[in-house]
Structure formats: C-alpha cells, structure tokens
C-alpha cells in the first residue's frame, strides 16, 4: 500500500525555492514524516523528519499542514547539486516486526541553470 | 567516521548461481535495514534487523533469499538459485536505535546483475 503519493517530477531554476509536495492522507498520529533524497548512483541521504510542528534544518524546511494530511519540502535557494529523487516516508511501527519505511517512487527534481 | 559500507559494490552473475551480499553497519548501530531498488523503482523494504534478531522477513521477496546477522554488526544478504529479475540494487542501511525518532544512514548499494 502506497503510505505517501508524491508528483513523478519537477523542475526548479537554480538560486529559486523548490517546494516539494507529498500527501500522506492515512498518516496517524505516531507516524513521523521523513524526507531523503537520492542522488544518482548513491544511496538515500537523510534531509529531515517531522511529526506536527513545522521543522527547519541546514538543508531544508519542512512544513506539515495541521491535520497532517500533507506536507512540503523546501529547499530555500537550489543548487545543480540539489537534483535528485526525493522521497517523502512515512514511518510506521509495527509491534513483532519493527519499524519500516516505505520508500515510494519519490520526485525527480531537476534544478536548471 | 565511516559510514555504512557493503561488498561488492557490483556483481555480476550467471543465472541459477548462489550470491552473498555484505553489509558493514556504523559502530554501534543496533538497527540494520536492508532494501531493493530495481532499475527507475522506488526502494523495496526486504528485512529489518535489531540486533541479531530479524522479528518478520516476509519482506523478502521469495524463499531463496533469506539474511543474517552475526556480533550485532556484519549482515549478509543471501540469494540462492538467482533469477534474471533479482538484478537490482541492493542497499544496506544502519540506525543508532529503533527508537523514534531516528535516521537510517546508507551504504553506496551492491548492483547485482543476473545474466
């Protein structure tokens, strides 16, 4: 069952915001949102994870709306460097089996010059 | 610090052959993930290790595969009898707990061809 659906792609010109969006419209309440990027040939890097309140780190901010439904990355100012495919988690812990995260087929950003 | 690291960074292998994948976690890392990623696919979750112990593998896609975990560190990933559709890439990952909340930090993958 897919936890979150995300856009397939999305272009952002360099030096501009890139706003992210991800719908996790069956998140409950325990659930944390994480976000993880994965450049080409690299395994998946952490960005961030929130649970209500908006967050903001040195990479990114996140914003998740108040029923939780729906959430946004940003990237304040993108770089070349910030293509990538960018998935949105929702974790979710089961009590015999342990804590997986589904990985969907996140976004595909490309940041132009 | 060293990150995550697996062995080999590629294989490739004939049909029908047995492979076995290597994970090195973070010191200290208690959580061990394994997961796939088929050519232009999302990541597949295949197995979950806390400690030694892996509580469900139903994850994993059929009985060939199976994996273990020895010292609370090294993990392998088996797969016997490959078939051409396990060509993929298979990425281990490792967190300090299974706490919430927490990050799970990457290897670079091992890219498994089936010929």
């Known amino acids: 069952d897919a936890k979150t659906t995300q856009p397939t792609s999305m272009d952002c010109a360099e030096g501009r915001a890139a706003n992210l969006p991800c719908n996790h419209s069956t998140i409950s309440g325990n659930e944390y949102v994480y976000w993880y990027r994965q450049i080409h040939s690299q395994g998946p890097q952490y960005i961030i994870h929130g649970l209500k309140n908006n967050e903001t780190n040195e990479m990114a901010s996140l914003i998740i709306t108040e029923d939780r439904k729906s959430s946004t990355l940003i990237l304040p100012h993108a770089t070349l460097r910030d293509t990538a495919v960018y998935y949105c988690?929702?974790?979710?812990?089961?009590?015999?089996?342990?804590?997986?995260?589904?990985f969907g087929t996140g976004t595909s950003l490309t940041v132009i010059p | 610090g060293a990150g995550v690291s697996q062995s080999p960074s590629n294989k490739v292998t004939e049909k029908g052959k047995d492979v076995e994948l290597r994970c090195d976690p973070i010191?200290?890392?208690?959580?061990l993930y394994w997961y796939r990623q088929s050519l232009g696919q999302g990541l597949e979750f295949l197995i979950y290790?806390?400690?030694?112990?892996?509580?469900?593998k139903s994850g994993l896609p059929s009985d060939r595969f199976s994996a273990e975990r020895t010292g609370g560190s090294v993990s392998t990933l088996t797969i016997q009898r490959t078939q051409q559709e396990d060509s993929a890439v298979y990425l281990c990952?490792?967190?300090?707990?299974?706490?919430?909340?927490?990050?799970?930090?990457f290897g670079p993958g091992t890219r498994l061809t089936v010929t």
């Open positions: 010191s200290g890392h208690t959580a």
């Open positions: 990952a490792s967190s300090e707990a299974d706490g919430e909340p927490y990050e799970q930090y």
């Open positions: 290790f806390q400690g030694n112990s892996a509580p469900d």
């Open positions: 988690i929702v974790r979710v812990a089961y009590r015999n089996t342990g804590n997986q995260f589904y």
